[in-house]
């Protein structure tokens, strides 16, 4: 198990004030922290008390002068995280009666999760349960067994925002409003500039994003039931859903196997008279646009309709995906490249009618209090989801090239004949738009680090013996699925081979390329 550590304020001042004669083991503690990457904790509570004690003993003892004293602080400031102070307290508590400092502190700790405090305090040891010496620190951090590799840490990945989100939570708490304030205004406006459109509209999720847009259209006369909206066969079932439960006819259009994305070459055949629009899918956070369909569609007058659920950040050309049709759906499930902290999802057009609408029908089918223009649903994104998502934007292009450096490692590694490895010319895009250039097709943020295996369950075990955690993205097409019983015989081969073969490697942006170089070595030794 990987703890997470807490500094007491004695152990802080030992390495600070290099008291060796009190503490011989504080300069080896900390260089144990910073070689093996262990963040290093002080609680919010501890601050004050440790600057003012360091700079008051260095002006006591003349130990060194104000400004190396300063030095020293800054240093160590920009190398420690700060953890918050719970507002709630325990009066029954036992440290909360003998040292509410300790006590604090603990609170504190128990905001972390596999937390512990490193004290020299020998009360502190033997009141809290959580409190640990400095030789018991460094025997844990040196002696730990090689760590498992999880297919997503999301708890890793939301840390290094821990503490804008807090701040954004805490506005959310204090401003006294909940839904449609502040926080999804700003949010709203911050991803439509991002993505390039000129409305976003904050819902409950993904799925419903994609709902309300067929609905809105519906509602508008722009579509109608029974009408055929062109779909991937092999993609998540959600797609699908938003077009059934909207009594429109899904069209199911085999994926080119080498992108996983829908084939644009097969797509005109699949045109009647009742086709109305193409729902391209952004599978695994590759861009699935064509110059093809973006003919069909002005060709046929279609709809185009993008689900963007796995690629927020992706580029086609100079515009980035979510922005290339009529409207696009968009999930920030919080594994995708952009999470919160719950459900959440957006819908993004430039279309105004569509924008007002699509709000009105999320909103009771309201677009003012208690008049009801439309059979509506309750599809709204909160305040303190929006705060999240507005901490985490700002960072989205960071992360995804940190994704896309890890594609291309395994993409330039992995060399096993058994593997196939999936097919994308670009790896990442510059984060400033000014900087881009004219780009193929095919870009990618590598939600997804998506490989083929004839022998995909026996692989997948291979990895598992191996502490190496993997998903498959998707085990059940949605023609296979009970939900669509009367697609059941249908037989859709390239969709099938790819859920049969396909599994997911660790991708994140907080994945380490020693963890990265394991999975490789090892799926390069498998036979």
């Known amino acids: 198990m990987i703890h997470k550590y807490i500094w007491d304020n004695n152990i802080c001042l030992d390495f600070l004030l290099n008291r060796k004669a009190v503490n011989p083991l504080a300069l080896k503690l900390f260089n144990v922290f910073i070689d ?49 102070t719970p507002a709630y307290l325990d009066d029954g508590h036992p440290l909360l009666e003998s040292d509410i400092e300790d006590y604090l502190i603990e609170l504190s700790a128990q905001t ?7 004290t020299r305090d020998k009360k502190f040891l033997q009141q809290s349960n959580l409190a640990i010496t400095v030789d018991e620190a460094i025997s844990e951090i040196e002696e730990q067994e090689e760590k498992n590799i999880s297919f997503l840490n999301l708890e890793q990945v939301n840390l290094p925002h821990r503490i804008e989100i807090e701040k954004g939570i805490d506005r959310v708490l204090t401003s006294g409003w909940y839904l449609q304030g502040n926080e999804v205004n700003a949010f709203e406006k911050e991803y439509a500039q991002f993505i390039g459109t000129n409305h976003c ?63 644009p070459s097969k797509i005109e055949e699949k045109i009647t008279s009742k086709t109305k629009g193409i729902m391209i899918v952004h599978l695994y956070g590759q861009n699935a646009m064509y110059p093809e369909i973006e003919h069909l569609v002005g060709k046929y007058n279609l709809k185009l309709i ?14 980035r995906t979510g922005s290339l049709g009529h409207a696009a759906g968009h999930s920030f499930y919080p594994g995708k490249n952009l999470g919160a902290l719950g459900d959440a999802g957006a819908v993004t057009t430039d279309d105004e009618q569509l924008a007002a609408t699509i709000r009105a029908i999320a909103n009771y089918g309201s677009s003012k209090k208690y008049i009801n223009d439309y059979k ?30 890890i594609a291309r490692y395994y993409t330039e590694n992995i060399v096993n004949p058994n593997i196939t490895l999936p097919v994308s010319k670009d790896f990442f895009k510059p984060s400033n738009p000014a900087t881009i250039q004219p780009l ?28 190496i955690q ?58």
């Not at 901490?391 to 896309?404: A, C, F, P, V, Y």
Request: glycine share 4%.
């Open 201 to 263: 509209i904050g819902v409950a999720n993904g799925l419903d994003a994609l709902r309300l847009i067929l609905r809105a259209y519906i509602e508008m006369g722009q579509l109608k039931t029974g009408d055929e909206i062109i779909v991937p066969a092999n993609t998540y079932i959600a797609s699908i859903l938003s077009i059934s439960d909207n009594n429109l006819k899904p069209l199911l259009v085999e994926p080119n196997i080498n992108t996983y994305n829908i084939d």
């Open 376 to 405: 509506g649903l309750n599809s709204r994104l909160d305040e303190i989801q929006a705060a999240v998502l507005r901490t985490k934007l700002s960072g989205l292009d960071e992360d995804n090239k940190q994704r896309s450096e």
């Open 112 to 118: 972390l999760k596999n937390s512990k405090i490193i």
């Open 36 to 84: 093996n990457q262990v963040s290093i904790f002080v609680s919010s509570s501890q601050l004050h008390n440790i600057q003012y004690m360091f700079f008051k003993l260095c002006k006591l003892h003349d130990i060194i002068s104000t400004e190396q004293a300063k030095d020293i602080w800054d240093d160590f400031f920009s190398k420690i995280e700060i953890v918050k």
């Open 306 to 319: 993008e689900d963007n659920a796995q690629a927020q950040g992706c580029f086609y050309g100079e515009k």
């Open 440 to 467: 193929t097709p095919n870009t990618h943020v590598w939600h997804i680090y998506p490989i083929r295996c004839q022998q995909r369950d026996k692989l997948q075990q291979h990895l598992a013996a191996n502490g």
């Open 470 to 527: 993997t998903l498959i993205h998707y085990p059940v097409p949605p023609h296979k699925q009970n939900a669509y019983k009367e697609w059941n015989r249908q037989d859709w081969p390239l969709t099938e081979q790819i859920h049969k073969e396909i599994l997911s490697l660790p991708i994140s942006p907080v994945i380490k390329l020693e963890e990265v170089q394991k999975i490789t070595e090892i799926i390069n030794h498998y036979e």
